[in-house]
Nanobody
Framework: QVQLVESGGGLVQSGGSLRLSCLVS????????WGWFRQAPGKEREGIVC????????YYSNSAKGRFSIARDDSKNTVYLQMNSLKPEDTAIYYC????????????????WGRGIQVTVSS
């Protein structure tokens, strides 16, 4: 059974940093592309960073460019999201996701979702 378990969320002050981790079990990382999505209160889920396993191409949403980065450690079967210069508008539930190769970084492409983890940025 494939499971994605996020950790590392919490409360941080504006301008601070957090690193989210996604421990994957039941499948090797090279079986999927991987992404981080988020959903803020009253808003739709959005893909913020996605990485293709096949060639390492990375997609960043406009809100993530220059501040967020994604990485994966195949030896630990873990995907990371490093978030810097956090803003109150980054407050959301963050989801680790698995996507098919070549898919767009959007909710309809996602095959597997983690349960999500809360990130709150105070002003």
């Amino acid at each position: 059974q494939v499971q994605l378990v996020e950790s590392g969320g919490g409360l941080v002050q504006s301008g601070g940093s957090l690193r989210l981790s996604c421990l994957v079990s039941g499948v090797r990382l090279d079986f999927y592309a991987w992404g981080w999505f988020r959903q803020a209160p009253g808003k739709e889920r959005e893909g913020i960073v996605c990485i293709s396993n096949s060639d390492g191409d990375i997609y960043y949403s406009n809100s993530a460019k220059g501040r967020f980065s994604i990485a994966r450690d195949d030896s630990k079967n873990t995907v990371y999201l490093q978030m810097n210069s956090l803003k109150p508008e980054d407050t959301a539930i963050y989801y680790c996701t698995a996507l098919p190769y070549g898919s767009t970084c959007g909710p309809r492409s996602v095959e597997r979702w983690g349960r999500g983890i809360q990130v709150t940025v105070s002003s």
